[in-house]
């Protein structure tokens, strides 16, 4: 345009500003153990000691003080598309969804139950994954995907269910806390400290009484002996 017409001038602005004073950060955050901040770590351990809550504290400190010690909370935002850590609480809902009557009523899991499991399985997962994402549906991109991914692994799994010998199953305790409490020597104290943990599924094959742990993610053989 400015070539067409003479009219038309161009110009290339560029703002700077001038720092005029600096001052110096420190990088690391750091909370110190005072009474309260001890206190409040003394009550954590009475209250119980999640492997979720360790794993938390190894992978950062700081975070786990902001979140089981200061009580800090994360916003709960609303998610269009399923998350990779809300996928594995998909799949727990929909199996505990399935599993749920046969704790409630003494009756063993049986192959025709699991094939009627089988026929449900789209629309629990798809019922399930709404509710995971408060609203969304999975009918299109990464949902769609996730959604499909979800309904093969139940099915493989539902699948080999049905043709084991661990039917009849017995399903006694389903998301169920198991704990102990230890006495921990600390200094001069000696603190009660309860270990706690949730089993997604207690269960009865046979003569063999099982605790389940559902992994969604890869699990190597070595990570379970």
Known sequence: LAMRNPNIRLRD???AVEQQQTRKYDEDI???KDQQTLEQLKLELR???YPSHLNMYINCSLQYYFSRIAKIQEIDEVEEQLGTDKFGTLVHQVLEDFFKPFAE????????DVAQMQQQLPGQVRKEFITATRGATPDRGMNY????????????????????????LFILRL???LSATLPVQIGDE?????IAGKADRIDLTGNELRVIDYKTGKVERSQLV
Do not use: C, H, M, W
Not at 105 to 112: D, F, L, R, T, Y
């Open 105 to 112: 009523s003494g009756k063993p899991v049986e192959a025709q």
């Open 47 to 49: 209250k119980g000691l």
């Open 175 to 177: 998301e169920d806390t």
């Open 30 to 32: 750091r909370i110190e």
């Open 145 to 168: 995907l996730l959604f499909k991914v979800a309904v093969e692994v139940l099915e493989k799994y539902l699948n080999g269910l049905k043709e084991s010998k661990e039917l009849p």
């Open 13 to 15: 602005l560029t703002a």
């Open 190 to 194: 000696e603190i009660i400290v309860r």
